[in-house]
């Protein structure tokens, strides 16, 4: 059993490997490098001596040594036995098998004679290569938006494939194309609109759905049943199907080409799922807390307030930011709604731009960079109280 377990470790270890360092060596060709051919019968038998060495060695030595050095060799290794490449190349590949090595440390000759061991190997290294693979697949388009941003008319004319960078450019000549966005087409007013609409979408949604999730939750009150059962309807319904006669209606009351408009359609569409989303954690807050602030003299708003919110704080900033990635990148109602210029989201005057034949591309991906990036270091940010507050509330105690 220990002899199946380890030949198993080593081909579906040694395979993994193999695939990363093929997607590595596939993203080194963008940046201008040229192999013949992918060469994975080497890395393969390499990538099974460094397997076996590792389980070989277990803990006869530190582990941050014991991967350095192994790494190392097999960096050394792989670079004789592959095509002539840059530094950078296999100081890539030395990143990789340390990061490789590294998600080997659970694994030993005494680990591998555990009972259903195989299966928990096949099924570790095939997550973990499912992972990477799908994460190669998100961030590819985005490696092109940037690099693309990045890039002169002329280059892009000459190669439009070319997703390589010339780092010999100084700063100001890499980023003209995030100068000119906002020195001539007014990017830093799409900015403030979008963060306006966003920011205010947020408050107003936390405003009307903390009273609310907490009177579903704690209150007894007529068809309360019926609305908790049935409080995420209106996403049955697509967006699409809503926008006609919205479109009616605000332009009737005057409420197009304004930020107030578009506050009040984006509450009314996230509102729903906050309130969705905070009655779950509000029951699961204990109900005696609550009574010893009526004992204390709080009215419903005081114990709101002073008590349910303190305590919610990891719930209620998982639907703020939920709410704020919604306002941020939405699209459909600002295209309908917003006719001036004036009046641009981000995304309405990305649609805008493009709609422009004279507008070259790498503007518009740098708009399209502005879009995302915010996003995206505000999710890394507040990514944990995200899962947290998406998890509380699962389990009652």
């Not at 731009?353 to 518009?364: K, N, V």
């Amino acid at each position: 059993m220990k002899f199946k377990s380890l030949a198993i470790f080593l081909i579906i270890s040694s395979f993994f490997l193999t695939c990363i360092l093929s997607i590595w060596k596939i993203m080194a060709t963008l940046q201008g490098l040229s192999f013949t051919n992918l060469n994975i019968t080497p890395v393969f038998l390499i990538g099974i001596l460094l397997s076996l060495a590792f389980v070989l060695i277990g803990n006869k030595i530190n582990h941050l040594i014991k991967i350095l050095l192994l790494s190392f060799i097999f960096s050394i290794s792989y670079f004789y036995l592959s095509e002539a490449s840059p530094y950078w190349y296999i100081f890539g590949v030395f990143l990789i098998t340390l990061f490789f090595t590294n998600k080997l440390k659970k694994y030993s000759m005494q680990s591998l004679q555990e009972d259903f061991i195989s299966e928990k190997i096949i099924f570790d290294f095939i997550t973990l290569f499912g992972i990477v693979f799908f994460a190669f697949v998100i961030l590819f388009p985005f490696y092109i938006m940037l690099v693309t941003s990045f890039k002169t008319q002329i280059a892009l004319l000459i190669n439009p494939l070319d997703f390589s960078l010339d780092f010999t450019k100084s700063l100001t000549e890499l980023f003209k194309s995030y100068f000119v966005i906002f020195e001539t087409y007014n990017f830093g007013r799409y900015i403030l609109i979008s963060s306006a609409v966003s920011i205010g979408t947020v408050i107003v949604t936390l405003l009307f759905a903390i009273p609310a999730a907490y009177a579903v939750a704690r209150l007894n009150f007529f068809g309360k049943n019926f609305l908790s059962t049935s409080i995420l309807i209106i996403y049955m319904f697509p967006a699409i199907v809503l926008v006609i006669p919205l479109y009616t209606v605000f332009s009737q009351l005057g409420l197009r080409n304004s930020i107030f408009g578009l506050l009040i359609v984006y509450t009314a569409t996230t509102l729903p799922v906050a309130i969705y989303m905070l009655q779950g954690y509000f029951k699961s807050i204990p109900k005696e807390i609550e009574d010893a602030g009526i004992m204390d003299g709080q009215n419903w708003f005081g114990i709101i307030l002073k008590i349910i919110i303190p305590l919610s704080l990891p719930a209620i900033a998982s639907v703020a930011l939920y709410v704020f990635m919604i306002a941020w990148n939405e699209f459909l109602f600002s295209l309908m709604f917003l006719d001036s210029p004036k009046s641009f989201t981000l995304s309405r005057a990305i649609q805008y731009l493009s709609g422009d034949a004279e507008t070259p591309r790498q503007y518009l991906m740098a708009g399209s960079v502005i879009v995302t990036l915010p996003v995206l270091f505000i999710f890394i940010y507040f990514e944990k109280y995200l899962v947290s507050g998406l998890t509380a509330g699962s389990v009652k105690e």
